[in-house]
Structures are given as structure tokens and as C-alpha cells.
């Protein structure tokens, strides 16, 4: 299974933005189409988004289309996710991972978004 370590996250308040990256490592990132998932404590994780390699298919859920992007950038192994006009429901645990999802995940980055 690859590594997965994200970052980026942080405090903001309603309506700014943020750039989570997730970086992979011990597998061959072109080959990998990845996808982003959040958790809030109590609830299961809640997929956001998803990348193909090569760039064909991208997928929003219906609560971050037209607010977030995804992207990847094969040579550096990272896909990001550019998140816009950030809401308070958005505060949750950012998680990334392959798609279909490995069993290992990454330890996450906290977004928390203020009123």
C-alpha cells in the first residue's frame, strides 16, 4: 500500500480558502487515480472529490462542487484540493486517498472554518 501524508490545513474564518496537499509515496503515483474525504466526529468519512490518472474523470460531491478543486501534479506525487468560499459544515478531518480507497489511511489534516 502507498503512504499518504496531507497537509494544509488550518483555522479560517466563512468564506476564505485553503490548499490541502496530500503527498504519496512507495507506489507509482501516474497510476493512481486519488480522491479526497473528510470526517466529522460521530459520522463516517464523507468522500468530496476524485482524480483519474491520466486526468479524465473528475467527481464533486454535491456539497463542494462549484467551491472546491481537485488536481494532481504526477511529478511531485501530490494531488491537492483547493477548497473556495469555505463554510462552517466544511470543519471536519481532511483525509486523501486512492480510488478505490486502500485500507491504510494517512493521519489527515484538521480544516476548521469560523462564523
Known amino acids: 500500500q502507498v503512504q499518504l501524508v496531507e497537509s494544509g490545513g488550518g483555522k479560517v474564518q466563512a468564506g476564505g480558502s485553503l490548499r490541502l496537499s496530500c503527498t504519496v509515496s512507495g507506489g507509482i503515483f501516474s497510476n493512481l487515480h486519488m480522491a479526497w474525504f473528510r470526517q466529522t466526529p460521530g459520522k463516517e468519512r464523507e468522500f468530496i472529490a476524485s482524480?483519474?490518472?491520466?486526468?479524465?474523470?473528475?467527481y464533486y460531491s454535491d456539497s463542494v462542487r462549484g467551491r472546491f478543486t481537485i488536481s494532481r501534479h504526477n511529478a511531485e506525487n501530490t494531488v491537492f484540493l483547493r477548497m473556495n468560499s469555505l463554510k462552517p459544515e466544511d470543519t471536519a478531518v481532511y483525509y486523501c486517498?486512492?480510488?478505490?480507497?486502500?485500507?491504510?489511511w494517512g493521519q489527515g489534516t484538521q480544516v476548521t472554518v469560523s462564523s
Open positions: 486517498n486512492t480510488n478505490p480507497s486502500q485500507s491504510y
Open positions: 482524480i483519474s490518472s491520466p486526468v479524465v474523470h473528475i
